[in-house]
């Protein structure tokens, strides 16, 4: 159960630097204040660890028998005492399905030692294996080249972004920890429950790619997702409008394709996977929107031009076809990314409070520097 400093309001969480923007004027059908949240949103931060990490003959359930752990990932987190660190720690471990339950290992233990949030640092990038290859996205192979039949080929894609999500994830929760005063717990919570349903579902997916008789690295990937979240190393609001509100949306819309495709296909055991996981993303965008609004009525800013401007400051482009259905549940309106919803209105300058906070930021990296 969450500590009440974790169940603390989104008052205390702010941009982290100041928005290089050039806003225009525009129309706004709604304001900031009244968002429509996802209705399990906070059911959905208060429920129990989730140990179902094993896919049965009826759905997701715990592994009957816990497998030996051959590094003692126990072990290496017996002496770290803080989510930031155990986020760290997760990032720099390159077998997938090691970092997967070394995520897991860190979320549970965070929340029954009910450890502080801490200050740790991310590195460059998340160590990864030597399988699979990482090209570029035309050098995929299509699925006849593939080598793997099209369930498993499409499987494997899953598998690629769900590990991708668990190090998205902590690298959010560790990189923005030195502004946990900033942000409050409840953002480090929330992000680190996500890195914790990640690594559930790339645990089902290297499952059922095993029952197939196939495994995560047996065919290239791409890197896109890693790019992506590079351009929003140093900027929350931008983190937050790039990953969960453009890179996880696209799993709410291409989840009941691929659903659809693996039925098909006649793979009814691996579609129930990808639905079930289609429905856990929706809590990760709902959180991304969440955080995003909270971060701009800080700002004084009116969500919708904002999330528009970020997109395009970090030439970041937004497809369909779209689940409509699928992201207004999450909170997502569809005049944010909908490029045929055109109208915003912007609401006026940055609000006093993030300039301030922006010039605090400013003179600690100074401080940092000069230590």
Not at 5 to 24: D, W
Not at 122 to 151: C, D, F, H, W, Y
Not at 244 to 270: C, H, M, N, S, Y
Not at 348 to 357: A, F, I, Q, T, W
Request: glycine share 6%.
């Amino acid at each position: 159960m969450l500590s009440t400093a974790l169940r603390s309001s989104s008052s205390s969480s702010f941009s982290l630097h100041p928005l290089k923007l050039k806003l225009k004027p525009t129309s706004c059908s709604y304001s900031s204040s009244n968002h429509p949240l996802w209705s399990g949103l906070q059911n959905w931060r208060d429920s129990s660890l989730n140990h179902n990490r094993f896919w049965g003959p009826s759905g997701p359930q715990p592994e009957a028998e816990p497998t030996i752990d051959p590094n003692n990932q126990h072990s290496q987190l017996g002496s770290v005492t803080s989510l930031a660190e155990m986020g760290a720690m997760v990032l720099q471990t390159p077998d997938p399905l090691k970092k997967s339950k070394l995520s897991h290992l860190a979320y549970s233990k965070w929340r029954k030692e009910r450890l502080p949030v801490g200050v740790s640092v991310p590195p460059t990038s998340p160590a990864r294996p030597s399988k699979p290859q990482l090209v570029s996205p035309k050098e995929i192979p299509a699925p006849k080249n593939s080598g793997l039949p099209l369930n498993a080929y499409m499987l494997h894609n899953l598998a690629h972004v769900e590990l991708n999500a668990i190090d998205l994830a902590w690298d959010t929760v560790v990189r923005f920890s030195p502004y946990s005063a900033l942000l409050g717990d409840m953002f480090f919570a929330d992000f680190a429950r996500v890195a914790d349903d990640e690594s559930r579902h790339f645990a089902w997916c290297s499952q059922r790619l095993a029952e197939l008789g196939f495994s995560y690295g047996d065919m290239p990937a791409h890197n896109v997702l890693w790019r992506e979240c590079a351009k929003s190393s140093d900027d929350v609001v931008a983190r937050l409008a790039v990953i969960p509100l453009v890179q996880e949306a696209r799993g709410l819309d291409a989840g009941p394709r691929l659903v659809q495709k693996l039925i098909g296909f006649g793979d009814k055991r691996t579609s129930n996977v990808v639905a079930k996981i289609a429905e856990e993303e929706v809590a990760h965008v709902a959180v991304g929107v969440y955080w995003f609004v909270s971060v701009c009525q800080q700002m004084g800013r009116a969500p919708c031009p904002t999330f528009r401007d970020l997109l395009k400051e970090y030439n970041v482009e937004v497809k369909g076809p779209f689940n409509y259905t699928a992201r207004e549940e999450a909170g997502l309106p569809q005049e944010w990314y909908d490029p045929l919803k055109e109208g915003i209105k912007d609401e006026g300058p940055l609000s006093k409070v993030h300039d301030r906070l922006a010039h605090i930021i400013s003179m600690e990296k100074e401080n940092s520097s000069l230590s």
